[in-house]
């Protein structure tokens, strides 16, 4: 039992006491659990109970059922409060909670009704109001955002907080709230039908006067220990939507899901029960079966997709052949060096640049690869299934927004130099930007693109907005990666053979444009190709860079830490370790020493490769 705390009076003074702004949802859920602190729980019932008695009544025609679902559902935080990882996702896991429990009274009443229903009226009766299904889409639109788009939306559009106050309670900074919020209404604009809907979801945050009551009688059973004041019908549903977390995940996102909590749903009887929610001896006890039996397995999530895909040019004849007899390479590579699948017919070619000619999607299962002389973009899945091909279009690199699995591609344009250009999942065109570039690049950070050409330029993904360009140089600019921790970026810059002295070079910018460190690539040859690809390593920010006469990494300051002899045509950190290096006749996986682990043949010798990881 929570200590210091009798009766319904002092809970419901803690309920109309202090919200503690200073304090984020995760400091507060942190004292709930490790020291059964009352006003903290307190105030995080205050502070979701609108937009979960929001999420109830835009399922529920009977204020009465959702009362049910409403108490049902902070039943399972408090039950169930070490399932929420991380622990400031406090409202997105309440919003994914209420809908289930929701859901679970809904489908009750449709059950209820059934059975009384009088004989011979079957179809006759009416339909059920067709208002109720646009707040359910919306819940479900919102459901289905990015974990950081949604914490935003839960927290300024279904309850109502200003920015300032959202930024204080996620430890973000208010730009980048704001940002975020911008970026999740346009998602939620497109998968609702339009801008108007977001106006929807607006007006679906719950009148904040609707909750206090239920919540303040939730909180005195909860909080106090007393169970059995708890509605028979919301503890049922409590212990029903929390035996499904046990199996399944609660929307599909982040949400790791325990079974073997103490703050299991066993003590959560209707009479009787003294246990406080956290009251891990009381509850562990209420679950001791009279005879020992086997604990049912937790099943585990499937582990996300990875690997490397590599593009390659093996097919030294690049004209005269029907399309489908080329034989370059798309090639996926598990991590333990498995070849996943081969699929032949592109037709690319030797040329300068275009380091970024694959582009992987793990979320959604997807490949995109360049068929550079056949003008086109294909779509695979992880299966090696092509599902999609985009027409007339020769992108110079591609990079996916992981947000909306839009695919970012730096092209020629058609009659207007070069463009970026953006499509959808489906191959449609949705935007269209005048900017030359060789490479482009995600920056999760900032949430932008980083382009790099003659110029640099970094768009804001969400908006398309031109953040800012500056001048490199007006020669070539090869390749460019960005550092995920820090948004610097990562220029290699080849030697203008037009200007004495040129030399190849690495730069590093800040995530303004500020140029922050230049490291000189004195050990390639001026006159050969110069670097191919860069790639930073997102664990310690160091950079590798490559090309045909070597390999050389360098720290997060620009210093060289080591150099290899071998030469490769394109190189690429793994997000699990290591770094993956593409040569003449095989792709291979190295160990930060620059040992062999891994290596997988290519159909034939290759004069150009590409390589992006499956992430």
Request: with cysteine; glycine share 10%; net charge positive.
């Amino acid at each position: 039992m929570i200590k210091g705390l009798v009766g319904t009076a002092a809970i419901e003074a803690m309920m109309g006491g202090r919200d503690e702004d200073g304090a984020t949802d995760g400091d507060l859920l942190t004292r709930v659990i490790e020291y059964q602190d009352g006003p903290a729980a307190a105030a995080l019932v205050r502070r979701h109970a609108p937009m979960v008695w929001g999420v109830c009544r835009r399922h529920l025609a009977s204020a009465h059922d959702a009362e049910d679902a409403f108490q049902a559902a902070f039943l399972v935080l408090f039950r169930r409060a070490q399932s929420v990882v991380p622990r400031q996702a406090v409202g997105n896991w309440l919003h994914g909670v209420a809908r289930r429990t929701a859901a679970h009274v809904r489908a009750q009443v449709a059950r209820r009704s059934m059975r009384e229903r009088p004989v011979g009226l079957g179809a006759d009766l009416p339909a059920p109001p067709p208002d109720r299904d646009l707040p359910g889409a919306i819940d479900a639109a919102v459901a289905r955002l990015p974990d950081r788009y949604r914490e935003v939306v839960v927290l300024c559009d279904l309850q109502g907080e200003t920015r300032a106050t959202a930024a204080r309670r996620l430890g973000l900074p208010e730009g980048t709230v704001a940002s975020r919020l911008a970026r999740a209404r346009a998602m939620l604009a497109r998968r609702l039908g339009g801008p108007e809907a977001v106006g929807c979801v607006l007006a679906a945050a719950p009148d904040l006067s609707a909750a206090p009551a239920a919540a303040v009688r939730l909180a005195t059973a909860v909080l106090a220990g007393r169970v059995g004041a708890v509605p028979a019908a919301a503890s049922a549903v409590a212990q029903q939507v929390g035996a499904t977390m046990l199996t399944k995940s609660v929307f599909g996102w982040g949400t790791r899901c325990c079974a073997a909590l103490a703050l299991g749903f066993a003590g959560l009887t209707v009479v009787g029960v003294q246990a406080g929610p956290l009251d891990r001896a009381a509850t562990t006890a209420a679950r001791v079966p009279a005879a020992p039996t086997a604990a049912a397995p937790v099943p585990k999530r499937p582990p996300r997709p990875a690997g490397m895909i590599v593009l390659d040019d093996c097919d030294p004849v690049y004209e005269g052949k029907p399309a489908d007899k080329y034989l370059d390479n798309l090639t996926l590579i598990g991590q333990n060096g498995v070849k996943k699948y081969r699929v032949s017919g592109f037709n690319g070619c030797e040329t300068s640049g275009s380091s970024r000619m694959v582009a992987g999607d793990a979320g959604r299962g997807l490949i995109w690869a360049v068929d550079m002389l056949a003008d086109r973009v294909r779509q695979f899945d992880l299966d090696g299934r092509e599902t999609l091909t985009i027409n007339g279009v020769r992108p110079y690199g591609l990079s996916i927004d992981p947000a909306t699995g839009n695919l970012w591609t730096t092209c020629k344009g058609e009659g207007k130099g070069e463009q970026t250009k953006v499509y959808d999942v489906r191959g449609k065109l949705v935007a269209t930007h005048d900017c030359d570039g060789s490479d482009i690049v995600y920056d999760p950070k900032a949430e932008a693109f980083w382009v790099a050409g003659e110029r640099l330029t970094k768009f804001d993904a969400a908006t398309g907005k031109t953040l800012f360009a500056l001048k490199l140089h007006d020669w070539f600019t090869p390749s460019l990666d960005v550092d995920p921790r820090t948004g610097d970026v990562w220029v290699a810059l080849r030697a203008d053979p037009r200007v004495a002295k040129s030399g190849h070079r690495l730069v590093k910018f800040g995530p303004n444009g500020k140029e922050l460190a230049v490291a000189p690539l004195s050990w390639v040859d001026a006159g050969q190709s110069g670097p191919e690809r860069v790639s930073v390593d997102r664990a310690d920010g160091s950079v590798w860079v490559g090309c045909r006469q070597g390999l050389e990494r360098f720290s997060s300051e620009g210093k060289s830490q080591a150099r290899y002899d071998q030469g490769v045509l394109a190189v690429q950190v793994d997000p699990a370790g290591g770094v993956w290096v593409v040569t003449r006749t095989e792709t291979q996986k190295l160990s930060p020493k620059g040992e062999v682990l891994v290596r997988v043949k290519h159909a034939g010798p290759t004069d150009m490769a590409w390589i992006a990881p499956l992430e």
